[in-house]
């Protein structure tokens, strides 16, 4: 589904990301790791659309990616939400940018508020939440366009322990419930053995993918107590330790 040949990003005269090749298959996940600054948001926001490659390209379905794309959902670091509007308001901003219909656009959100456990906090605004109820209508927007792709840059890394694991677990499900391909980005190695079908593990200097592991486990809500899961976790540490070039 994404192809990404020679891409080559830079601020200025610094290079962030160099000569980057990788492909991304449909329905699957994909969870980007490396260490802060190594260029995964950049790399995000260039798979968003948003940022523009200084050389190379990104395919997506076969075409050249110029612009952001209706169908990609996008869910930035610190979810996003505009605090001066309710839940309902700041989950419906996608289809109402796009002109649905009212009651259209009231069966859906409707649909998918209830869906993430959020429907009753609807005339709520993001400063009444907890960080994981936000994030929930972080989500419940960028699920409410009906995207074939889904983008997350550090989707859960602010929250604590107990509710990141319910989060993992709802998005785990909502995969597999909904015909979408998911690439996240992650500094946590268990997230992205977790939440990764492929994990992609980035150079912490060069600018490049340094390995990609094929996670046969992914999926299995009970994956991450066993001994497999660890295992893989020793696996992309000791990738990212490794002094390896691309
Ligand atoms: N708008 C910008 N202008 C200049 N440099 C930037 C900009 N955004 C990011 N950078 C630099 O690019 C590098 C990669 O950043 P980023 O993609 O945010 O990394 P990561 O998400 O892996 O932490 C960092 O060194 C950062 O300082
Ligand atoms: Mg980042």
Known sequence: MIEITDLTIKYNDTQILNHLNLNISK??????????GCGKTTLLYTIAGIRKATNGQI??????????????????????????????DNASLGLRIRGVSKQEMNKQITAIL???DIYQHRNKYPSQLSGGQQQRVAIARALSIKPDLLLMDEPFSALDAITRESLQSLLIDL??????????????????????????????SNGCVKRVIDNPHFGDHAFRN???????CVE????????QEC
Not at 27 to 36: D, F, K, R, V, W
Not at 64 to 82: A, C, D, P, S
């Open 27 to 36: 329905n699957e996940t994909c969870a980007i790791i490396g260490p802060s």
């Open 59 to 88: 395919k997506i379905n076969g075409e050249v990616l110029t612009t952001n794309r209706k169908e990609t959902g996008v869910i930035l670091q610190g979810y996003g939400l505009m605090p001066w509007k309710t839940v309902w």
């Open 114 to 116: 209830s869906e993430l």
């Open 175 to 204: 995969y597999h419930k909904m015909n979408i391909t998911i690439v996240l980005v992650t500094h946590s190695i268990e997230e992205a053995v977790l939440l990764g079908k492929k994990i992609i593990i980035m150079h912490p």
């Open 226 to 232: 066993t001994t497999e899961f660890f295992q893989l």
């Open 236 to 243: 992309v540490r000791n990738e990212m330790e490794g002094l």
